[in-house]
Nanobody, 122 residues
């Protein structure tokens, strides 16, 4: 499956963005979907993921209550709703797809999008 992330941008602290990840080649209905991010000079960090089986989600503690992942299988697209953004959320955000048993670590995902830049100004 090929993934194309978009919808990043520049926003002031406290604002919202909703990046999306459009899939092609295969339907995502049988894929776990995840979002990761990487800030300059830092390692790639897990954000959140969504199981295709039961819609169970994992999310990093610091993002609970602010970020929400969702999928629209009919549009073959996954979304990341980000509210109450902070300057420390500035990073390139990557979507990923995996069809294994787990959906938390980078190695659980076999397909990656190219990333979309999110910049939060203070």
């Amino acid at each position: 499956v090929q993934l194309q992330a978009s919808g990043g941008g520049l926003v002031q602290a406290g604002g919202s963005l909703r990046p999306s990840c459009a899939a092609s080649g295969r339907t995502i209905s049988r894929y776990h979907m995840g979002w990761f991010r990487q800030a300059p000079g830092k390692e790639r960090e897990f954000v959140t993921s969504l199981s295709w089986k039961d819609n169970h989600t994992y999310i990093t503690e610091s993002m609970k209550g602010r970020f929400t992942v969702s999928r629209d299988n009919a549009k073959n697209t996954v979304y990341l709703q980000m509210n109450s953004l902070k300057p420390e959320d500035t990073a390139v955000y990557y979507c990923a797809a995996g069809d294994g048993s787990d959906y938390y670590l980078p190695q659980d995902f076999s397909s990656w999008g190219q990333g979309t830049q999110v910049t939060v100004s203070s």
